[in-house]
Structure formats: C-alpha cells, structure tokens
C-alpha cells in the first residue's frame, strides 16, 4: 500500500512537473486586430510577440511562412534595438532578426517586437501565418535566445477568414517601414546605429566611472568660491608671519 502510494505520488509530481514547465515556456506568438477588414487585397496587420518567462533574451529570431504576401514591418526597437533587414524567401518563408547588444537591453517579460503587414490573397478564403519552429534547442528555426543558446520553446500560429469587401487602395495603409529598402541599406543603418550607441555608451561609461572624482572636485571648485576670502586671509597671515620671522 506504501508503495502504491509513493508511485501515486511519483505520478502527480511528474505531471505538475509537466504542466509548471510547459505553462512558462518561452513562446512567440501573433496577435491581430480583431475588427480589420479580412477581405481580398485588404492590409492584414498583426503584431509579433515573445514571452520571455523571466529570462534573460538578447535576440530574436523569426522564420515564418503565411499564404498571404508580405509587404512590410515594423520593428519596436524599445525591446529589441537592432535588426537585421527581412529577406523574402522563395517559398513564401520571410526571416526576420531582432537582436540587442548591451546589457541593459536584455530583455525578460512579455511584449510585441514587431508588427507585420500582410495583403489577403483574394483566392485563398483561409489565410494563414505559421511560424517555423522544429522545436527547442535547434538553431536553425525560430528562436529566443541568450548568449547564443536556443530557448523558444512554444509558438502559436495565426488563421483568418477571408470572407469580407476587397479593399480599395489597400497599400495607401501602409506605413512602408521598411519597404522599398535594399538589404545592403538596411544592414547599414543598422550597423551605423550600433556603431553611434556604442559611442554614446563608451562615454556614458567614463562618465560613470569617473563621476565620483568629478562631483569631488567639483564641489572642492564650489566651497573654494564661496570661501575665497577666508582662504585668501589665511593665506596672507600666514605670509606676514614668514616675514617677521624672517
């Protein structure tokens, strides 16, 4: 009966292991507005989101496919600053890369990072966006990761229902983030921002770091002016008294 008991017990802590675990897996996932007009040519904006579950994510990146045609995005580089330009594959697959370089960029909680622009193709009624994920600790998919290693662990993927009135002038919508740009431009602008932020935070560092020394001598400067005239009397006795002991 003990025994029967401590695998019981075994059991329930196996599964709550498995559902602790799999409630705070790191995920990506869509979000789009519900009231949008899903008709053919119709601009369908969703939002891209992380979970990062409390820990520590330094780069994002995203590898999905949709039956609808990309046409643009932007990022929030409030989360994450940098980017690497969205290439367009072939076969419908769209690779985009957001990524930090300081530490205090890191994330750890939940929130959108981009929001992407789709056109509803007017012959597929049952749109879709599926992000390619193979599962964790592969490198080669989608991923959140830290330091290099892979901990995405969940993704949810996106349906729509094309059913509603085409859109006219669909493209007059669109911010054009991004579209209509070179890859070889984009990845420059991107370099050129980490190269200015680096300058910024190697001076912000120096500033820190001798801050101290600074504020010390700045305050000896300020007491040194408002107590000139004492200073200078001291000084002056202290001269006639060298002279008659002299």
Not at 14 to 31: D, H, K, P, T, Y
Not at 32 to 50: H, M, R, T
Not at 127 to 144: E, H, P, Q
Request: proline share 3%; net charge negative.
């Amino acid at each position: 009966m003990k025994n029967k008991n401590l695998i019981l017990f075994g059991i329930v802590v196996w599964g709550l292991s498995i559902f602790v675990s799999q409630s705070n897996a790191q995920e990506i996932w869509f979000s789009y507005i519900s009231w949008q007009n899903f008709g053919p040519w119709c601009p369908v904006v969703v939002d891209v989101f992380v979970d990062a579950m409390g820990k520590n994510v330094s780069t994002t990146d995203v590898i999905l496919e949709s039956s609808m045609k990309y046409l643009d995005f932007i990022p929030n580089t409030s989360l994450f600053p940098y980017f690497f330009p969205p290439v367009v594959r072939t076969n419908w697959l769209v690779h985009i890369v957001g990524f930090s370089v300081f530490p205090e960029q890191v994330i750890t909680w939940s929130w959108s990072i981009w929001t992407l622009y789709f056109e509803a193709n007017p012959t597929d009624m049952d749109a879709s966006i599926k992000i390619y994920f193979l599962g964790d600790w592969i490198t080669t998919d989608s991923n959140l990761s830290y330091g290099g290693v892979d901990q995405l662990q969940k993704v949810w993927q996106a349906n729509f229902v094309i059913d509603q009135e085409a859109c006219i002038h669909a493209a007059a919508v669109i911010s054009w983030w991004f579209a209509g740009t070179s890859y070889e431009d984009g990845l420059s602008a991107t370099i050129n921002k980490i190269n200015e932020d680096y300058k910024q935070s190697k001076i912000l560092t120096f500033i820190w770091s001798y801050g101290i020394l600074i504020l010390v001598l700045l305050l000896i400067f300020v007491l040194a002016i408002i107590y000139r005239k004492k200073i200078l009397l001291v000084l002056n006795k202290r001269t006639v008294w060298e002279k008659l002991v002299s």
